[in-house]
């Protein structure tokens, strides 16, 4: 652990390269730490040789390391006062009571993103709680259609339809009627397990073309209990400083569009949790910061992305505020 002054020595120096992003020198901080400016240089260099500063190639400045921004989070860093204009934009959202769970936490998410300069993801589960109320069908033409899901909670979904063969409209319908019988009130995570065990087995008795139809059907309710991906603020990223090379430009943008690697984001621990650097997953230069909500019945990951010069006190409490309004529920 470290002393007093060597911990308000890395304080200072993590929140004004996040402020500024170039390197703190010492003669900077010797006003604030009513020290000469030797005993900064050297509090510096014990700090750089335990791994918590680096020494940039442009300046004799400090510039905090993935361990330093660590040490920060665990040690040093309180979530900040938000301002009442702060709170007040989210507000407008929570209390809008025309929108859906859904619908309050992505575009809250928007708003932070705004706020923060970051990019805002919402991994969205399938409700545990929604239960399919409807199922009905919408034919584009002879090889495509629209299927329409309805929930309890009047949650909406849709999925395109591609059948290969030509089949019979009649032949859909008698599909659609069989599944609307046999799952209505079924989870949405839970139809897959319905349609494989109990629609599977008669299908054939009911429908002439039950093959073709039946793994339209399954393919599109597998589809509806993956996890849903909003994204927004993407640009915020490629106008930080730190991400000013073409080629690590291509390479974020490239990792934002693989699905695959955004799904990882997903968080399974409870609380706000801090991921920096390596321990990402997702890139070495970033850090992203996650937590899980579980509320009325949804469950799923908010996360904000940036680099790892971020203002992680701000960023923590804007998800708090967005945390304890989702426990006070609309």
């Known amino acids: 652990m470290l002393n ?34 030797a005993t900064i240089r050297n509090e510096m260099s014990y700090l750089e040789e335990n791994g918590l500063l680096e020494k940039t190639h442009i300046s004799s400045g400090r510039v905090p390391s993935e361990k330093g921004y660590r040490y920060y989070v665990d040690h040093i860093m309180e979530p900040k006062k938000l301002t009442g ?17 859904d619908d309050y936490i992505t575009k809250s998410m928007e708003i932070v993103s705004e706020m923060t300069h970051l990019t805002a993801i919402v991994l969205g589960k399938s409700s545990k709680e929604n239960c399919v109320s409807k199922v009905e069908v919408v034919p584009i033409n002879e090889h495509n259609l629209i299927a329409i899901v309805i929930t309890d909670k009047g949650h909406v979904e849709h999925r395109n339809l591609t059948i290969e063969e030509n089949v019979s409209i009649n032949d859909i319908k008698q599909t659609v009627d069989l599944i609307n019988k046999m799952i209505i009130g079924t989870q949405l995570n839970e139809v897959g397990k319905v349609l494989e065990y109990e629609v599977k087995p008669i299908i054939s008795m009911y429908v002439k073309q039950h093959e073709v139809l039946y793994n339209a059907f399954y393919n599109a309710f597998s589809e509806f209990a993956k996890e849903s991906v909003t994204m927004t603020g993407r640009k915020n990223m490629l106008m930080q400083p730190e991400f000013n090379n073409a080629d690590k430009i291509r390479e974020i943008i490239s990792k ?13 621990d409870n609380g706000i949790n801090i991921y920096i650097g390596s321990e990402t997953e997702f890139d070495d230069d970033v850090t992203i910061v996650k937590m899980k909500y579980d509320a009325q019945g949804e469950e799923g990951t908010i996360a904000l992305v940036g680099p790892k010069r971020m203002e992680y006190d701000k960023v923590v409490a804007l998800l708090e505020y967005i945390k304890e309004n989702m426990k006070e529920g609309k």
Do not use: G, W
Request: with cysteine; hydrophobic share 35%; glycine share 0%.
């Open 4 to 37: 007093k002054r060597q911990t308000d020595l890395l304080k200072i120096i993590v929140e004004d390269y996040i402020k500024t992003a170039r390197p703190v020198s010492s003669k900077s901080i010797c006003d604030a730490l009513h020290c000469s400016s």
């Open 85 to 101: 204009d702060d709170m007040l934009k989210l507000q407008t959202i929570f209390k809008n009571s025309s929108l859906m769970l």
């Open 256 to 268: 934002f569009e693989d699905k695959e690697i955004v799904d990882k984001i997903e968080e399974n």
